[in-house]
């Protein structure tokens, strides 16, 4: 593996790219997904089966407490499923720069959904990193509005976890459920079928909507406000606990 230090204000996308033109490989996963360098350890950025703390050496910060420019290894970044240290401890760190430990192979992640048939509408039998990130580069262009087009914070619900024994009986009442085996014996269920299932995607409550792409993904259709996001959020919320039991909890940060 070679260790790559990355400036927190540099383009996540171009970052991406960077690396798997130079032969690196383990980002090819999170391309085109929108923000910052410095952003990806805070929220531990992930996509299509792969977390970006996986490939973070160490984080350079400012402690606000301290006074001092400190360094993080990756265990005391605390990286979880979309959190961390620097969400945990919000008002503590300012990152400054990332050092990722990006090696030249590695195995390809490309169990998640649709994946595989977008490589195989590419003609790619022997996928290589570069490739698997214009398959999954695609897909996204596909099913996620540009936040440049039509205001959007990306995916709003992470997707929940819960225990064998709900996913099992939720997967028996409800045949076709997708679900991936997650840490500690549990699963993790798909937030976007969750919503899909309740009626929600394409679905309009004044000037917010749930997109008619992806029916994780809220969007802004020119003059809705904060609270009209939260309120239809929250209606979601609440038919997906009443239906299936399942909390959905919301992956941005709500000011």
Same mark, same amino acid.
């Given at each position: 593996?070679?260790?790559?230090?990355?400036?927190?204000?540099?383009?996540?996308?171009?970052?991406?790219?960077?690396?798997?033109?130079?032969?690196?490989?383990?980002?090819?996963?999170?391309?085109?997904?929108?923000?910052?360098?410095?952003?990806?350890?805070?929220?531990?950025?992930?996509?299509?089966?792969?977390?970006?703390?996986?490939?973070?050496?160490?984080?350079?910060?400012?402690?606000?407490?301290?006074?001092?420019?400190?360094?993080?290894?990756?265990?005391?970044?605390?990286?979880?499923?979309?959190?961390?240290?620097?969400?945990?401890?919000?008002?503590?760190?300012?990152?400054?720069?990332?050092?990722?430990?990006?090696?030249?192979?590695?195995?390809?992640?490309?169990?998640?959904?649709?994946?595989?048939?977008?490589?195989?509408?590419?003609?790619?039998?022997?996928?290589?990193?570069?490739?698997?990130?214009?398959?999954?580069?695609?897909?996204?262009?596909?099913?996620?509005?540009?936040?440049?087009?039509?205001?959007?914070?990306?995916?709003?619900?992470?997707?929940?976890?819960?225990?064998?024994?709900?996913?099992?009986?939720?997967?028996?009442?409800?045949?076709?459920?997708?679900?991936?085996?997650?840490?500690?014996?549990?699963?993790?269920?798909?937030?976007?079928?969750?919503?899909?299932?309740?009626?929600?995607?394409?679905?309009?409550? *004044?000037? /917010?909507?749930? !997109? #008619?792409?992806? $029916? +994780?993904?809220?969007?802004? %259709? *020119?003059? /809705?406000?904060? !609270? #009209?996001?939260? $309120? +239809?959020?929250?209606?979601? %919320?609440?038919?997906?606990?009443?239906?299936?039991?399942?909390? +959905?909890?919301?992956?941005?940060?709500?000011?």
């Amino acid at each position: 593996r070679a260790l790559v230090r990355v400036e927190a204000g540099e383009n996540w996308n171009d970052f991406v790219r960077w690396s798997l033109g130079r032969g690196f490989c383990g980002l090819e996963n999170l391309v085109l997904i929108p923000g910052t360098a410095g952003a990806a350890p805070i929220q531990n950025i992930g996509a299509y089966g792969v977390e970006v703390g996986e490939f973070i050496d160490h984080v350079e910060a400012w402690d606000r407490i301290g006074g001092e420019l400190v360094q993080l290894s990756n265990a005391e970044c605390r990286f979880g499923y979309r959190d961390s240290v620097f969400k945990q401890q919000r008002d503590r760190y300012i990152v400054t720069s990332v050092t990722f430990a990006l090696p030249r192979s590695r195995p390809l992640r490309m169990d998640y959904a649709g994946v595989a048939e977008e490589l195989a509408a590419l003609g790619i039998e022997t996928p290589t990193a570069p490739a698997l990130a214009e398959a999954i580069a695609r897909i996204r262009t596909r099913k996620l509005p540009n936040p440049a087009l039509i205001g959007n914070a990306g995916s709003f619900f992470k997707n929940p976890v819960v225990a064998q024994s709900q996913a099992t009986a939720l997967r028996e009442a409800n045949p076709g459920m997708p679900a991936w085996n997650g840490a500690e014996g549990q699963v993790k269920l798909s937030a976007a079928w969750l919503i899909e299932s309740c009626g929600f995607k394409g679905l309009q409550q *004044g000037h /917010a909507a749930v !997109s #008619e792409q992806h $029916a +994780l993904v809220l969007v802004n %259709r *020119g003059q /809705a406000s904060g !609270s #009209e996001i939260w $309120a +239809l959020a929250e209606r979601i %919320r609440e038919t997906v606990a009443t239906r299936f039991g399942v909390d +959905l909890e919301a992956e941005p940060l709500v000011l």
